[in-house]
């Protein structure tokens, strides 16, 4: 008879602190060109290593897939003019996704709070300063953190 050895079960091996600004697991299908790169670069770049990398890619990602999705909507696309604020065209899109049910209600708020600048570690107003202001220092739990707070409205976003 030959007797089989009964394997351990391997067990799964836990996971380290997350070490880029985008985890591996969001569900995000980028356009092909820029907006794709960049989602595959913040996927990849160390955010420990390169936050303002990482800072200043995040807020043009996040411009770039908003602009890129009002204009994909024939009624918004005066919203996306050069001249209107981050700010006020994720509330125009956040609005009509609303409208339409793309989005529960909570996630609306939750934009609507980042748009406006309360209390969110997401918030336009720190990332027009991550790009301006030669103060300001990102720190790498705050760019997981905001975009743990964004990854929701992202991934309907660029569904």
Same mark, same amino acid.
Request: charged share 25%; net charge positive; proline share 9%.
């Given at each position: 008879?030959?007797?089989?050895?009964? /394997?351990?079960?391997?067990?799964?091996?836990?996971?380290? @602190?997350? &070490? *880029? !600004?985008?985890? +591996?697991?969001?569900?995000?299908?980028?356009?092909?060109?820029?907006?794709?790169?960049?989602?595959?670069?913040?996927?990849?770049?160390?955010?420990?290593?390169?936050?303002?990398?990482?800072?200043?890619?995040?807020?043009?990602?996040?411009?770039?897939?908003?602009?890129?999705?009002?204009? /994909?909507?024939?009624?918004?696309?005066?919203?996306?003019? @050069?001249? &209107? *604020? !981050?700010?006020? +065209?994720?509330k125009e899109l956040a609005s009509d996704m609303r409208t339409k049910s793309e989005i529960a209600e909570d996630l609306y708020k939750a934009?609507?709070?980042?748009?406006?600048?309360?209390?969110?570690?997401?918030?336009?107003?720190?990332?027009?300063?991550?790009?301006?202001?030669?103060?300001?220092?990102?720190?790498?739990?705050?760019?997981?953190?905001?975009?743990?707070?964004?990854?929701?409205?992202?991934?309907?976003?660029?569904?």
């Open positions: 008879t030959s007797s089989s050895k009964a /394997r351990p079960k391997s067990r799964p091996r836990p996971k380290g @602190p997350r &070490t *880029t !600004l985008i985890p +591996r697991a969001c569900k995000i299908n980028a356009p092909s060109g820029r907006i794709n790169t960049i989602y595959n670069e913040l996927l990849s770049i160390s955010v420990d290593e390169f936050p303002n990398a990482c800072s200043v890619t995040l807020r043009v990602f996040v411009e770039l897939s908003i602009d890129h999705e009002i204009g /994909r909507r024939p009624h918004l696309k005066g919203k996306a003019d @050069p001249n &209107t *604020t !981050l700010a006020k +065209r994720l934009v609507v709070r980042m748009a406006d600048a309360r209390t969110m570690a997401a918030n336009t107003v720190t990332f027009n300063q991550f790009v301006h202001n030669k103060y300001v220092h990102p720190l790498p739990s705050e760019l997981r953190t905001a975009w743990d707070e964004l990854q929701p409205f992202m991934e309907k976003v660029l569904a």
